[in-house]
């Protein structure tokens, strides 16, 4: 009980860091920009552009929290994308238009479970090798990048029906973008998961400590196994999105993501060590860094250039501002 009170109190403490810093950011940017920021397309435009590295920042973190890191979710979601758009290509001319939807729920659930086969593999060199998580996810990236090159011919591929591509440039009740609305859906599924299953609390647990989590009698490469495939399966639904939207998938697109998902997973909270860290946190921080990307967006002078420098100075910020807190903390 006193773990899971400190587990509760760390997760308060840094959610209502970020809503702060939401919450000022936002007022920053109506104020120095007006006429362009406070606009309903702006807002609706943040919330379609994050889905995607959004979606794979809540894979990252939950393997964050478990102890390990995931670096193929970007691959991972490139990977279903170009699995879902050959298959419409091969299967809707053939279909006549009632037949249509049948094989987009077909190609959308054999992405779904590619995604969950490329995370029970990522999970089992973990867990059975004994792979290092960031050099077996390193390799692995490279393995779905490959697999997708050789796929695809190293083509884009595109073309996909147009029923498909409204479900990424949509709006739910004429406001929400589809593609946030699904995100919305996967961050509060996944944190009743990880709040409120046995599942969550053996993964902050195995995160923690994986010695004492094996005494406690949880069986530490089972729960490893279905967290990188939660995270394989979440990642195909960010390729499946991606698709949706832009109408096209490519082996090698999003490369700038991983880098980021790991960011936006530190900014949100979660312990790069394991063991501590929220799905909402997550959210949120994901929110702030679209925000704050379309804001810079808002100045010409600034050039794209200086966009990786910016995330690597907010980055090493964030952790220096955590280390402080928690070595303040640790004091007490």
């Known amino acids: 009980m006193q773990l899971e009170k400190k587990l509760l109190k760390k997760i308060e403490g840094n959610t209502q860091r970020l809503f702060v810093t939401l919450i000022f950011l936002l007022l920053i940017a109506s104020v120095t920009k007006p006429d362009n920021f ?39 979601a490139n990977l279903s994308g170009i699995t879902a758009g050959l298959m419409m290509q091969k299967l809707i001319p053939a279909a006549t238009d009632s037949g249509q939807f049948e094989y987009i729920l077909l190609a959308i659930l054999v992405s779904l479970l590619l995604g969950a086969v490329c995370g029970l593999f990522n999970g089992f060199l973990i867990s059975y090798l004994h792979i290092p998580a960031m050099l077996a996810t390193l390799g692995s990236y490279l393995l779905f990048m490959g697999i997708g090159i050789v796929v695809s011919g190293g083509s884009t591929v595109s073309g996909v029906p147009k029923i498909y591509t409204k479900l990424g440039n949509g ?53 490893i196994l279905k967290t990188y495939m939660i995270s394989g399966i979440i990642s195909a639904i960010a390729g499946l999105i991606s698709l949706a939207r832009l109408n096209s998938a490519k ?26 860290g929220n799905i909402p ?20 002078n600034i050039s794209n250039y200086y966009r990786d420098l910016i995330w690597g100075i907010a980055l090493i910020a964030v952790l220096i501002i955590n280390f402080t807190i928690n ?6």
Not at 53 to 66: D, E, N, P, R
Not at 175 to 202: C, D, E, N, Q, W
Request: net charge positive.
């Open 38 to 76: 406070l606009k309903l397309g702006n807002f609706q435009s943040i919330l379609k552009q994050m889905t995607e590295y959004g979606l794979m920042s809540l894979g990252v973190g939950i393997c964050m929290i478990s102890g390990g890191i995931d670096l193929s979710t970007v691959y991972i």
């Open 251 to 276: 082996a090698n697109f999003g490369s700038s993501y991983t880098m980021q998902t790991i960011l936006i997973v530190v900014l949100g909270g979660v312990n790069p060590d394991g063991g501590f």
């Open 281 to 300: 946190g997550i959210a949120v921080a994901v929110i702030i860094l679209q925000m704050l990307s379309s804001y810079l967006n808002m100045f010409p």
């Open 327 to 332: 070595k303040q903390k640790n004091k007490r």
């Open 171 to 223: 709006l739910v009740f004429n406001l929400i973008p589809i593609p946030f609305a699904i995100f919305l859906i996967v961050v509060i599924v996944l944190t009743f998961i990880m709040s409120k299953t046995k599942f969550g609390i053996r993964v902050h647990l195995l995160g923690t400590n994986e010695k004492a989590a094996k005494f406690a009698g949880i069986r530490n490469k089972l729960i």
